[in-house]
């Protein structure tokens, strides 16, 4: 009897962790979900949905390798060799056990969080191309060949190696090009070239057109100088001249054309009163009367620029509206003594390029008093920075913007299409109630936010179980990693085979202690629910390592109680 205990086991203990991965492995790969995934994903779905639920059995199989393991390990001294004591056999086996439990916290704090993570995103991913691909058939099927090909486009950035999909983007593509009538190629007004960020140029561009009459293009290059560079009295001095001459029509050789001057003047009049959407229409009414007109191309641009900062075009949020994303968002964005307002977000549609949409807001305020302040509707919302905006305006054309409907109370001019949040896109995907986000954080995460999210309506019991039930999972590792030992020990098999008893009970012995493993994981959650709610976070924290430490001390006392012999 020379060889370790841990040398013993570690060959059982590898044979059932390799037993395990694959049997997860091969399972994930059998029921792959392909109505919600890609096909292109069934290989990496396998792999980490295979390595999630190794992490959420690996106790159970831990536990059953370990005592299966000792029970087998067994080995008769030599004639004349007096036996090793069982603490010099098992002491390797506990220094291997605290550097598995280790690996296991790593793996469970830092592995596993991103790897749910990203079957999040996967499925999302997934949904996105569905929609994406429902989306170009429609688009095909009535004939939008460029709606086809921008849908296509979007899907094979989801699904590169899609065939199917690159063959009909090429189809659409190919129809798009017949389809578009041919358009003519304005010729550039001649001159220097511009550089926006250089004041300079911009006011050597302003002064060119001055020479040439061009008053709307030295107005627009002269207060773009000032933009660049407020110091710039010449360029200030430009503005004033080209607004002097714009106060002015010119003589038109047709009453057409004076009316078109006189249309863009009034235009430009709205953009600089700050009427982003009035001018928007009216510089978008002009370009659809002349569309080679260089200074209404300029202006509908920074109407529409202007327009962005205070609304969004209404087709923008529609087109990604069935678009999956992060649902049933609740919580509560101010809460203090004169306050309370609470929020809730039917939909929230995240886009690669950082924006998001949002669909059924509904927001409320009430007093100190518990009154209504305001309570308001909206359909539609775009977050910008750490805003919603809520104005939502139609971009072919005038009509009544989309705006929030206020069923009671009402809110000042300037706030009554924004609304501020507190939380940023990290926090309103955990304030869902749709999934279980608290899985795919780690502790670190959990803990850096607990203040926040319980600040925004999230229970701080739930937030505190979780913590606490992760903190004690490695400990309930190692403990039942010293337990199943000692119980696998007291039960080794002390001659060369099993009897028929043995035979029948050996394959149940794996199966009964996972199921106690299980259980003991269980009570222990029982345990932190009752203490976190009843007695608070920082008592369950103590309670806990007390009860680790009495527990790990049993366990060690049953390991030091067996015998050698």
Known sequence: MNRSLLSRILPYLLGFYALALAAFFLYSLLTFPGGQYLASLRWEYAAKRAFILFMDYLIPVHVAAVAVAASLSWEAPRPGEPPQPFSRIASSAVVAFLVLTVAYAALAEGVAPRTRARLDEMSYASRTAAELRRQEDAAARRGDWNAAVEAADRYLQLDPGN?????????????????????????????????????????????????????????????????????????????????????????????????????????????????????????????????????????????????????????????????????????????????????????????????????????IRYDADGGVTWHFTAPYGKRVENAVLMSAVDRGGPSVPVQPLYLQGARAPAERTVLRLQPGAEELRVLSSGRPALASMNLAEMWRLRNRLASYGLARQSLGVEMSMRLVMPFAFLVLSILATALGWALRLRTGRLSAAGVVLLPLLPVVLGLLSLLYLHAHRLVIGFTVIGFGLSTAFIALAVLQVVLLAVSLALLAGQSSR
């Open 163 to 363: 065939r199917s999909m690159i063959e009909q983007r090429l189809a659409a593509k190919t129809r798009a090009a017949r389809q578009a009538a041919p358009a003519a190629t304005p010729t550039p007004a001649a001159g220097p070239s511009v550089d926006e960020a250089d004041a300079q140029a911009l006011v050597e561009r302003a002064r060119y057109y001055v020479s040439q009459k061009d008053w709307f293009s030295a107005h627009y290059y002269a207060q773009a100088a000032v933009a660049a560079d407020p110091r710039r009295r010449d360029a200030l001095e430009i503005m004033s001249q080209a607004a002097a001459a714009l106060a002015a029509a010119p003589a038109a050789t047709t009453p057409t054309q004076s009316q078109f001057f006189a249309l863009k003047r009034d235009a430009l009049d709205r953009l600089e009163r700050g009427d982003a959407v009035g001018a928007y229409y009216a510089f978008q009414s002009l370009h659809g009367q002349n569309a080679d007109d260089p200074d209404v191309s300029r202006y509908l641009d920074q109407a529409a620029a202007a327009l962005r900062r205070t609304s969004f075009f209404l087709d923008e949020a529609r087109r990604v509206e069935l678009l999956p994303g992060t649902q049933g968002i609740v919580f509560l964005n101010r809460w203090d003594a004169e306050s309370a307002e609470a929020v809730a977000i039917s939909k929230m549609v995240e886009l690669p390029d950082g924006e998001a949409y949002f669909y059924g807001i509904e927001a």
